[in-house]
């Protein structure tokens, strides 16, 4: 196998670009989604134990963090349909350009709805 | 004097191995990244909504609230297929990229023991929490307990 591969696949543009995203994403949210399972085992040792470590999670930069999450995983799962379409629709792969803006427009209106609201918790507004 | 036989070129007995024992587990790894991701779009964002969403969102989670939740088999379920489908899903995930980025095999014989160990430990531990919650444990004090463990 050689060290670097002699010229690429990598087309750039649209369909690159959403698959790294789509890439880096999952990645995130699965590292995520281990610590996520062990803070939640913590319910099976103490109310208090649970409670203290859940407290991290209201602070101000732990709120950003989680304003992050939602945003991967939003991207992830709009642009993970996106795939499915591309796969299994007959005319996908013609509107796959399309497609990608269609998620990032519905990424943009899911977060503009979110954000407000939870950065409005976490920062003990209205 | 001896002749050396060689075999006519593409005509030996079909090769066993490589070919013979293919299986389809790649695609049925590719359909099920599919089919629980339409799952987990529903159960994941049932689930930003319940915590990060209504009420108070991110500052009324605590034991209380989990116990709140788990008291209703919904949520138990609910919760259940979500911790089963995304470690599936992203450990498969994880396979993928280590199968694109890692050429040299021990290094990915040691990533893929690493993330099956993850796997293993996070999907036990998880389901045991579930199933063996206790909402009201005994001696903890009664306003970190949800209301229904009045003694």
């Keep these: ?126 | 004097m001896t002749t050396t036989t060689i075999a006519a070129p593409r005509s030996g007995p079909p090769r066993r191995g490589r070919t013979a024992g293919r299986s389809n587990y790649e695609l049925y790894a590719w359909v099920f990244m599919r089919a629980s991701g339409v799952l987990l779009l529903v159960l994941i964002f049932g689930h930003l909504f319940m915590n990060l969403i209504a009420g108070d969102g991110i500052t009324a989670v605590d034991f209380g609230f989990v116990a709140g939740k788990w008291a209703s088999p919904l949520w138990q379920v609910w919760d259940l297929l979500m911790l089963w489908l995304a470690m599936i899903h992203g450990t498969n995930g994880i396979r993928t990229i280590i199968n694109d980025y890692a050429e040299r095999t021990g290094t990915r014989v040691v990533l893929k023991t690493a993330l099956y160990l993850a796997f293993t430990v996070t999907v036990v531990l998880g389901t045991l929490v579930i199933f063996t919650f206790d909402p009201c444990p005994a001696g903890a004090p009664a306003d970190l307990l949800p209301s229904f463990c009045t003694v």
């Design chain 1, 1 to 126: 196998m050689p060290e670097a591969p002699a010229g690429t696949l990598y087309r750039g543009r649209e369909g690159m670009w959403s698959w790294v995203a789509h890439r880096v994403t999952g990645f995130l949210i699965f590292f995520f989604l281990l610590v996520h399972v062990l803070d939640t085992a913590l319910v099976r040792v103490s109310p208090e134990a649970y409670n203290a470590v859940i407290g991290t999670y209201k602070n101000p930069i732990m709120g950003i963090g989680e304003a992050g999450l939602v945003a991967a995983i939003v991207l992830h799962a709009f642009n993970g349909i996106r795939v499915m379409l591309v796969d299994f629709w007959s005319k996908g792969t013609r509107y796959h350009r399309v497609m990608l803006w269609v998620v990032v427009g519905l990424f943009v209106v899911t977060m503009a709805f979110f954000l407000p609201r939870h950065l409005g918790n976490v920062f003990g507004g209205e």
